[in-house]
Every structure is written in structure tokens, then in C-alpha cells.
Nanobody
Framework: QVQLVESGGGLVQAGGSLRLSCAAS????????MGWYRQGPGKQRELVAAITSGGSTNYADSVKGRFTISRDNAKNTMYLQMNSLKPEDTAVYYCNMLFGILTYWGQGTQVTVSS
């Protein structure tokens, strides 16, 4: 059974930085595609960034150049480095694991960016 636990959220001023972490249990982390999603107030959940098992990445246009996704397969952990944060980045950020038809979600971590 896979469990995903996010950490690193919090309150930050606009222009600041945060690093989110997603720790995964189980044995498929290294061969799964991992992603960060977010859901802002009154908005639908959206993909922020994803990284394949081979290290290929893709980003939402709104975060390109500001956010960096990475993974450490030895630690079963994925990261999201968020720089130059904006108030519109305020959301609950969720970790996602995708492996074939299987998908798993973390419980989410709140990121609040004040202006």
C-alpha cells in the first residue's frame, strides 16, 4: 500500500520561497511518475509539475521559471522548490503518484502567499 505525506507548506510573503516535500512509502516510487497538483479557493485542482521515473519534467505555464520539481529515488521523496511566490500561488498542494492505472494522493499541504 502506498502512502504519500506532504510537508513544507506554510505562510510566506510574495516574492518568497518554500520547498515542499512528498515522502512515499512502498516500493514503486522509483518507477512511478510523480506530480504536484494544487487547488486554490474556489478553483479546480490543477497540475503544477510532474516528473517521470526517467527524470523528464513538465510544468504549468503559470509556474515555469519559478518552480522546480525534483526527486530522490534513494529517499523515496519528491520535492517542489517554489521561488518568487505570488498571491495567486495560494492553494492546497497535493502530491500524486501515477503508476499504470494506479494513482495515489497525499493529504495536501497549505501554501499561503501574502501580498
Amino acid at each position: 500500500q502506498v502512502q504519500l505525506v506532504e510537508s513544507g507548506g506554510g505562510l510566506v510573503q510574495a516574492g518568497g520561497s518554500l520547498r515542499l516535500s512528498c515522502a512515499a512509502s512502498g516500493s514503486i516510487f522509483s518507477i512511478a511518475t510523480m506530480g504536484w497538483y494544487r487547488q486554490g479557493p474556489g478553483k479546480q485542482r490543477e497540475l503544477v509539475a510532474a516528473i517521470t521515473s526517467g527524470g523528464s519534467t513538465n510544468y504549468a505555464d503559470s509556474v515555469k521559471g519559478r518552480f522546480t520539481i525534483s526527486r530522490d529515488n534513494a529517499k523515496n521523496t519528491m520535492y517542489l522548490q517554489m521561488n518568487s511566490l505570488k498571491p495567486e500561488d495560494t492553494a492546497v498542494y497535493y502530491c500524486n503518484m501515477l503508476f499504470g492505472i494506479l494513482t495515489y494522493w497525499g493529504q495536501g499541504t497549505q501554501v499561503t502567499v501574502s501580498s
